[in-house]
């Protein structure tokens, strides 16, 4: 049994999400989940069916990890997620990414390049998430980048087919962050990759790009 960090009461969770993520410890009831509390036991829970107005684009681009998870609740509750960021194209940036079972972190990790691009960045946040998933486990990933979700699902198996070549002419991009990921994804064969949209208000996809941007306000 453990106790609810936000209401105080005790509660139980399924012995096979424990035996799957050895070394977690829930910190909400599923009553505090639904109700849109911050999932670290560090911000107010609101009445239950709460409307939140949604944030502005630019008050999106530096939220903290706070803020979103005061702020959004809708979205899958269970995952894993994965954001990369960069300003200019190259530029400075990040990726971040972060695993969830029924809206509690289990795992997250998030770093920086100073001089980088968007989708090599959405690449080693892709590579993260996946490092975090236990081999036999059947869960899905969600990343809003079109360009890795279909490098894992659509691309990669011809590629490599081929000896890492295109059918059309040009190198692929990223190539060795690529394979990586592809290799990553082959060693998890129960994991689903998805598109999910950018800054739709989902709130762990929210998280995971304020990971992948803690850079900007010197880190989480």
């Known amino acids: 049994m453990f106790t609810c960090e936000i209401c105080g009461k005790t509660f139980s969770v399924r012995p096979d999400i424990l035996e799957r993520y050895p ?15 911050d999932s670290r036991g560090g911000g107010p829970t609101p009445e239950k069916g709460a409307q939140r107005k949604p944030p502005s684009a630019s008050k999106r681009r530096d939220m903290t990890l706070d803020e979103v998870l005061s702020s959004f609740t809708e979205g899958p509750k269970t995952g894993v997620f994965t954001d990369g960021a960069s300003e200019g194209n190259p530029g400075p940036g990040g990726w971040g990414a972060v695993l969830v079972v029924d809206d509690e972190v289990i795992s997250q990790d998030h770093g920086s390049e100073a001089h980088t691009t968007n989708n090599r960045m959405e690449l080693k946040a892709m590579i993260a998430g996946l490092r975090m998933i236990p081999h036999d486990a059947e869960i899905d990933v969600y990343s809003d980048s079109q360009l890795v979700v279909n490098t894992l699902t659509k691309w990669a198996e011809g590629w490599k087919a081929r000896g890492w070549r295109k059918k059309s002419s040009g190198p692929i991009a990223n190539l060795e962050l690529v394979k990586e990921a592809y290799a990553l994804a082959r060693q998890r064969p129960n994991v689903n990759v998805h598109w999910i949209p950018a800054h739709s208000g989902y709130r762990w996809n929210e998280y995971a790009d304020a990971l992948a941007t803690a850079y900007r306000r010197g880190g989480i």
């Open 23 to 37: 070394g977690w410890t829930p910190r909400q009831c599923m009553d505090c989940r639904d109700a849109g509390g």
